[in-house]
């Protein structure tokens, strides 16, 4: 339910932002409105630890040797600890939607087009560009899902952490990380193209990311807390960048599409969870947000102007 609601959400929002102001600030404009988002993912992790995780942790071992009743009481009041956090989220998001519902937005109107100017617009897929701001939205949201789902099971495997510490990391520094990098980003793209940062933040990222997977103990550790905030930029700029120079219906279709795309937050976590299975190793399943940084870094240099004068 959430991630329908969310997906209605991006779909609606974010092609609003950038037709509310110039075209050659659109990236600009979306990524200041979604400094608000890394609010949230510095501020979640932290009160996650607090209120969902227990602390309480036990072994394979122990689990397999508790009695069958007292395993399953364990196991309910540990899913039980989620209801009161999301019953919170609910009255919150009812609130958002009331308030959305007496505010006077602007009204952005369009010319309505006949059938022959629908036919003129031709197929979304002419604009190469576009198809390649899609397939690297897939593997952006997969490597932001994949970076941050795995982080306390990573923080245990390289460095002996215990989940509530980790979960606090990851919202004290991650979140936060991820937070400050979208108020910094929307700075630096006042004075550097929006396609140039990006190919910076996902090199870095690349080489982050390697660290964590060969280094040990504290330096694995804060190697993956520092790429969030490489990250914070990279959804409403591969997104602004795949929607430039479409018009009429393509950018509403072109949205829908991009918005899709974040089907990747769903597929490539499973892919690190098989790969740590097969190798035993946390560490090597980070491969795979690897990969997914330096197809934005493809993306950053030479997709986003794909069929197009440049």
Request: include cysteine; charge should be positive.
């Amino acid at each position: 339910m959430i991630a329908s609601g969310l997906t209605f959400l991006e779909t609606a929002a974010n092609p609003y932002i950038t037709i509310l102001g110039k075209p050659e600030t659109a990236t600009l404009r979306l990524n200041l409105a979604q400094c608000f988002n890394g609010l949230g993912a510095f501020v979640a992790p932290i009160i996650g630890a607090q209120f969902i995780l227990s602390g309480t942790e036990h072994t394979e071992a122990q689990l397999k040797a508790m009695p069958a009743a007292e395993l399953q009481q364990y196991l309910a009041a540990e899913a039980a600890t989620v209801k009161v956090p999301y019953m919170i989220i609910g009255i919150v998001v009812i609130l958002v939607a009331v308030l959305f519902i007496f505010t006077k937005m602007p009204d952005i109107k369009e010319a309505a087009s006949d059938d022959a100017n629908r036919q003129k617009e031709g197929s979304i897929f002419k604009h190469k560009h576009l198809v390649a701001a899609i397939v690297a939205q897939f593997f952006y949201v997969g490597a932001q899902v994949g970076v941050s789902a795995f982080f306390i099971r990573f923080a245990k495997f390289a460095a002996n952490m215990p989940e509530k510490d980790a979960g606090i990391l990851l919202g004290a520094v991650a979140g936060l990380g991820f937070m400050i990098g979208r108020f910094v980003g929307t700075f630096l793209m006042r004075f550097v193209k929006p396609h140039k940062l990006l190919a910076i933040y996902a090199l870095l990222n690349v080489v982050l990311v390697a660290i964590a997977m060969t280094a040990k103990g504290d330096v694995a550790i804060y190697a993956v807390l520092a790429v969030p905030f490489f990250m914070s930029i990279m959804f409403p700029t591969i997104f602004s960048l795949g929607l430039e120079g479409l018009e009429g219906g393509h950018t509403k279709l072109g949205s829908s599409l991009l918005v899709m795309s974040i089907v990747g937050g769903a597929i490539f976590p499973p892919a690190m969870g098989l790969i740590s299975d097969a190798t035993h190793s946390i560490q090597m399943a980070y491969i795979v947000p690897a990969v997914c940084f330096a197809v934005v870094l493809w993306f950053a240099t030479k997709g986003y102007k794909l069929g197009r004068v440049i």
